[in-house]
């Protein structure tokens, strides 16, 4: 993950005060594109409530965000017809408490 991290240039933002480095990746290989990913890697741990990871998905709804944090791993998930989301709505989301 160091490297990983070492590696990115564009730095999204912060979470928790830690850097969030990363880019949108289209997810185009196999055919037409729907969906794009946020692949970003932080440069250490933050430790986020897990009930919260864990409950999201049973608690969608349409303008929610698909995120995931697994250690020092970040992803998004967004259709490509609708505008990508500020790092603040992101961040927001992801430190959010159920």
Known sequence: MNRAFSREET???????VPVRGRWIRGDVLGETRH????????ERVELD????????????????????????LTVVRPVD??????????????EQP
């Open 36 to 43: 794009e990913v946020l692949l970003g890697v932080l440069g």
């Open 50 to 73: 897990r009930r919260a990871q864990r409950e999201r998905p049973a608690t969608l709804t349409g303008d929610r965000l698909d995120t995931f944090l697994d250690g020092r791993l």
């Open 82 to 95: 609708g505008p990508q989301p500020s790092w603040d709505r992101i961040s927001a989301e992801l430190l």
């Open 11 to 17: 730095q999204l933002g912060t979470l928790a005060g």
